[in-house]
């Protein structure tokens, strides 16, 4: 059971935006914006080894970061729409939506990291009857 009472080096906000600015990179430079789960995961810690996460050797990648603090790598890029996950038999693939992705407004917040701006609200119709 890995502990919840880390205290990591960098603030959420700056693992926040070092993480999704690597993915981006990672995946603008894939053909079709889209790579392979594994790979993308090797390459963020590879990537992002020049930064002194945690004091101790186990816990210092982003990898290890999203697991303890989203429960996963997936988890995390399931949470953010202009991210894609592709299931294809037993592998899991991962595609950027770089037209949905808005670099100026890329903070940790609650804030929307979309160009969307517009809700839908549906009405239930059992309300109304």
Same mark, same amino acid.
């Given at each position: 059971?890995?502990?919840?009472?880390?205290?990591?080096?960098?603030?959420?906000?700056?693992?926040?935006?070092?993480?999704?600015?690597?993915?981006?990179?990672?995946?603008?430079?894939?053909? !079709? *914006?889209?790579?392979? #789960?594994?790979?993308?995961?090797? %390459?963020? =810690?590879?990537?992002?080894?020049? $930064?002194?996460?945690?004091?101790?050797?186990?816990?210092?990648?982003?990898?290890?970061?999203?697991?303890?603090?989203?429960?996963?790598?997936?988890?995390?890029?399931?949470?953010?729409?202009?991210?894609?996950?592709?299931?294809? !038999? *037993?592998?899991?693939? #991962?595609?950027?939506?770089?037209? %949905?992705? =808005?670099?100026?407004?890329?903070? $940790?917040?609650?804030?929307?990291?979309?160009?969307?701006?517009?809700?839908?609200?549906?009405?239930?119709?059992?309300?109304?009857?």
């Amino acid at each position: 059971m890995v502990p919840n009472n880390i205290k990591w080096n960098l603030t959420s906000e700056k693992c926040f935006e070092i993480i999704h600015l690597t993915l981006i990179d990672i995946l603008s430079e894939k053909k !079709d *914006k889209t790579s392979d #789960i594994n790979d993308i995961i090797q %390459l963020l =810690n590879k990537r992002t080894k020049i $930064y002194k996460l945690h004091n101790l050797k186990k816990y210092n990648s982003f990898s290890k970061y999203l697991k303890i603090e989203y429960k996963g790598f997936l988890n995390f890029i399931e949470y953010y729409n202009f991210y894609g996950v592709i299931r294809c !038999d *037993k592998n899991i693939y #991962i595609k950027l939506y770089k037209n %949905l992705v =808005n670099l100026d407004d890329l903070k $940790y917040s609650d804030k929307r990291l979309t160009k969307d701006s517009e809700w839908i609200i549906i009405d239930d119709i059992e309300d109304k009857l």
